[in-house]
């Protein structure tokens, strides 16, 4: 394994989710709560510009969602799914959170590869699984997952 991939980290703004947005949609990703101001989104490129995917966080408390992670296809499977979940786990330890929750249909594997460790749905924190993502986006048989980081 080479040396990890440093990203630039951009918050995106409401109005600028349309690429998000488009990019969810074709990973089959879910899409309808992309546009609440409490789902914190983030645009990663390299240090020369070149856009990467996106990600994003529901904070709750101590506990985030970690949620919308995608590489766009031409950087797919070099490293870049890694380093934009590295950064999102730092930006959700920056906001004081010990855990990170995600749910996924297809990418346990990657997930655990990254310190993840599958969780029974009802061990995770009340407030997560309130999330659209958790009550009705996702479907049951999606892995939940947790990392502590903190």
Not at 22 to 35: E, Q, S, W
């Amino acid at each position: 394994m080479g040396a990890p991939v440093r990203l630039q980290m951009q918050p995106l703004a409401a109005f600028e989710r349309d690429g998000l947005r488009a990019a969810l949609i074709k990973a089959g990703l879910p899409v309808d709560d992309i546009g609440q101001p409490h789902v914190q989104c983030w645009r990663f490129e390299t240090y020369n510009d070149v856009p990467v995917g996106f990600g994003a966080l529901e904070i709750h408390g101590a506990d985030a969602l970690l949620r919308s992670v995608v590489t766009i296809p031409p950087v797919r499977r070099i490293g870049m799914g890694r380093a934009i979940v590295a950064a999102l786990e730092a930006e959700a330890a920056m906001q004081k959170c010990r855990a990170l929750y995600l749910l996924t249909t297809s990418e346990a594997g990657f997930f655990r590869r990254l310190g993840y460790a599958e969780c029974e749905r009802s061990k995770v924190p009340a407030a997560i699984r309130a999330t659209a993502q958790f009550a009705t986006l996702c479907p049951a048989a999606a892995t939940a997952m947790v990392k502590r980081i903190g």
